[in-house]
């Protein structure tokens, strides 16, 4: 069998989108590295690295490290991320914006654009208040506070919020893969190599000894091989397709097929949401001083067991909650109803959607189980062997962004060998067939 790494380089059309494409992500990479005027990079980075488990540190992973460098590309694709959230949330609530979901392309159109200008509104608050951040918490890392700081900030995160949307699009357009999730996926892979760099600094100088390094190269196998099981992982619902009379004497068979429930259908938001809110004592604690911050930034401490157990619960909550918001059985009931296709056993209507509700709340809560474990064990393996230069690449969120990306890079390749396959089969077909049919004549 031929090299796939090598067959896709031979095919034109996908060796441009893999080369747009990573020229695409090599200027986000450029720009991800170059500073924002009027900032003290050393003294930003040396109060960022006290922010770790705050929503600061959260949010710096997601960016590839921007936001301690204040780069021009500090927000990352962040801003846009949420607005899609904010308009996949809205749908459950608005009949408007549930419509435009519905009214095929011309609604995705009109959702994308408001998606956009959403992008830019939140850009310019979260340009604002990063600006404000620097400015009253960390002074020294300003050369030139005040009202022209703040409007150059405004100006040139926003720009480059914007500039990182457009780049996204051109290359889920233009190349390969998701570019929204590309672009996550570098931003942490990046922190890679000095996470590894640090590690072996570490263990040259003893803190953490070899059989830790073993230990944590079996747990990486092993989360990574359970990761892409779980996300994979579907249960089928089987679905019948009668045999149906088309008109004119034609008669459409009767089909066998399936509707495939994945079992981690809500991906990695439920820790996203569960670390938003995780998060809040300890960044309350950052800004104020008050008792209570103090005491509530200790219940829900990293590494205690009211912390595991309270994330844990929010991950279940969320998985059920943004399940219900992305998957609605009712409209796949009803979408089987008018193709008359049925499910074995089950009535048609509202029977269906019942049955469809029922097995994926059943199949829901392994996946919320899969999701705290892996959100939870890792981070506290590398705590236990003093190894926390790896958690933010090994931790919970980042592996699930990491192997779900590459997961979906790779199945979107497959399927261009796929075609072209087919392609080459077709081509071959039709050269037969006018040679036979020249030797007929």
């Known amino acids: 069998?031929?090299?796939?790494?090598?067959?896709?380089?031979?095919?034109?059309?996908?060796?441009?989108?893999?080369?747009?494409?990573?020229?695409?992500?090599l200027i986000y990479r450029i720009g991800a590295h170059i500073t924002a005027p009027w900032i003290n990079v050393p003294a930003l980075r040396e109060y960022a690295g006290q922010l770790q488990g705050t929503a600061f540190g959260i949010y710096d992973m997601f960016v590839g490290g921007g936001l301690s460098r204040a780069t021009v590309f500090a927000l990352g694709i962040m801003p846009y991320i949420s607005a899609s959230?904010?308009?996949?949330?809205?749908?459950?609530?608005?009949?408007?914006?549930?419509?435009?979901?519905?009214?095929?392309?011309d609604g995705r159109k009109k959702l994308t654009q408001y998606t956009r200008y959403a992008t830019v509104v939140l850009a310019i608050f979260q340009a604002y208040g990063f600006a404000m951040f620097i400015e009253t918490q960390v002074p020294a890392a300003v050369t030139n506070p005040g009202f022209p700081f703040r409007l150059t900030m405004i100006l040139t995160l926003t720009t480059g919020a914007v500039f990182i949307m457009w780049l996204g699009e051109q290359i889920t357009d233009r190349g390969i893969g998701n570019g929204m999730s590309l672009l996550i996926f570098f931003g942490i892979v990046e922190s890679l190599p000095s996470a590894l760099y640090e590690t072996g600094r570490l263990v040259g100088l003893g803190q953490v000894?070899?059989?830790?390094?073993?230990?944590?190269?079996?747990?990486?196998?092993a989360t990574i091989a359970g990761t892409v099981a779980v996300t994979m992982a579907a249960r089928k619902i089987p679905v019948q397709i009668p045999q149906k009379v088309m008109g004119r004497?034609?008669?459409?068979?009767?089909?066998?097929?399936?509707i495939p429930l994945r079992i981690n259908m809500a991906g990695v938001m439920p820790i996203i949401f569960a670390q938003s809110i995780m998060i809040?004592?300890?960044?309350?604690?950052?800004?104020?001083?008050?008792?209570?911050?103090?005491?509530a930034a200790g219940w829900f401490a990293l590494d205690t067991w009211p912390y595991y157990l309270a994330f844990t619960v929010l991950i279940v909550f969320f998985t059920y909650f943004y399940t219900?918001?992305?998957?609605?059985?009712?409209?796949?009931?009803?979408?089987?109803?008018?193709?008359?296709?049925?499910?074995?056993g089950v009535k048609p209507g509202a029977r269906t959607a019942e049955y469809i509700d029922s097995v994926m709340s059943r199949i829901s809560l392994p996946g919320a189980l899969f999701l705290a474990a892996i959100a939870l064990i890792p981070s506290a393996v590398l705590s236990a062997f003093g190894v926390a230069t790896l958690s933010r690449v090994l931790g919970g969120t980042g592996l699930l962004i990491v192997v779900g990306v590459a997961l979906d890079t790779v199945q979107?390749?497959?399927?261009?060998?796929?075609?072209?396959?087919?392609?080459?089969f077709m081509k071959k077909g039709r050269v037969k067939f006018r040679g036979r049919q020249q030797r007929y004549i």
């Open 209 to 221: 000894n070899i059989f830790a390094i073993f230990v944590l190269i079996a747990m990486m196998l």
């Open 85 to 105: 959230i904010m308009f996949q949330l809205l749908a459950a609530v608005v009949p408007s914006v549930e419509k435009m979901q519905k009214e095929g392309e």
């Open 412 to 424: 979107q390749m497959q399927q261009h060998l796929l075609l072209r396959r087919y392609d080459g």
């Open 280 to 295: 809040v004592p300890a960044t309350l604690q950052q800004f104020t001083q008050a008792e209570w911050a103090r005491t």
């Open 324 to 344: 219900a918001i992305i998957y609605n059985p009712v409209d796949i009931a009803e979408n089987l109803k008018k193709q008359g296709a049925f499910v074995p």
């Open 1 to 25: 069998m031929a090299n796939p790494v090598v067959a896709l380089w031979r095919i034109p059309e996908v060796k441009s989108k893999i080369l747009f494409t990573l020229m695409c992500l």
């Open 249 to 258: 004497g034609r008669i459409r068979q009767g089909q066998k097929s399936f």
